[in-house]
């Protein structure tokens, strides 16, 4: 019988090293389904991707984070694991302190072992057995929003217009950008 691949999606601002994961990913008979280098182009994905494990760069350079990103993903795929990239060998510098690295269902492997391959699937299996989201484990700019405005960002991340967040929500158009206008100054966009 054979086994069905674990479908992987990975978030790598390093264009080599985000090339070297899929390649060594995809020989160990793990499914790539997609590679991407910002946190845009991974929330675009949310909707479309049917995804096992998200491998996510912590640091992503970007406003929103790779925490970020993995939230709002697990929030919109309950059981998906999740795999951080860090290249902090302490934990206790991810994210000041307040990671929810360190929850226990998140797995956190150093960019710096990553050349183990046998140690990157197991944290994969790992993750795969950890997997959802951690309970109110919002850090960095998006700890600032509230649980309605989180929400209405998950609704736009997924691809719904104002018109149907606001249907959605059961508010008029003109509140939902009103608190899209508060979610963006949240930010910092």
């Known amino acids: 019988m054979t086994k069905i691949p674990t479908r992987i999606g990975i978030v790598e601002d390093n264009d080599l090293l985000r090339?070297?994961?899929?390649?060594?990913?995809?020989?160990?008979?793990?499914?790539?389904?997609?590679?991407?280098s910002t946190?845009?182009?991974a929330l675009e994905l949310i909707e479309t991707a049917k995804i096992d494990v998200l491998i996510a760069d912590l640091h992503l350079g970007e406003t929103i984070n790779g925490i970020d990103v993995?939230?709002?993903w697990?929030?919109?795929?309950?059981?998906?694991?999740v795999l951080y990239l860090t290249s902090y060998e302490d934990p206790r510098?991810?994210?000041?302190?307040?990671?929810?690295?360190?929850?226990?269902?998140?797995?956190?492997?150093t960019k710096s072992s990553i050349s183990e391959i046998d140690q990157?699937?197991?944290?994969?299996?790992?993750?795969?057995e950890k997997k959802g989201a951690p309970k109110n484990a919002r850090t960095g700019p998006l700890a600032k929003l509230t649980d309605v405005q989180m929400e209405t960002l998950?609704?736009?991340?997924l691809g719904h217009s104002n018109k149907e967040i606001a249907?959605?929500?059961?508010?008029?158009?003109?509140?939902?950008?009103?608190?899209?206008?508060?979610?963006?100054?949240?930010?910092?966009?």
């Open 154 to 157: 998950s609704l736009l991340a």
């Open 19 to 36: 090339l070297s994961l899929g390649t060594s990913l995809a020989q160990e008979n793990l499914e790539i389904v997609f590679s991407v």
């Open 120 to 128: 990157l699937v197991q944290a994969i299996n790992s993750s795969l």
């Open 70 to 72: 993995s939230l709002l």
């Open 93 to 109: 510098l991810i994210s000041g302190g307040k990671s929810p690295v360190m929850a226990d269902n998140s797995v956190y492997v």
């Open 39 to 41: 946190a845009l182009e």
């Open 74 to 81: 697990q929030k919109a795929h309950p059981d998906l694991g």
């Open 167 to 189: 249907r959605i929500r059961g508010i008029n158009e003109e509140s939902v950008a009103i608190s899209l206008n508060r979610i963006s100054k949240a930010l910092g966009l």
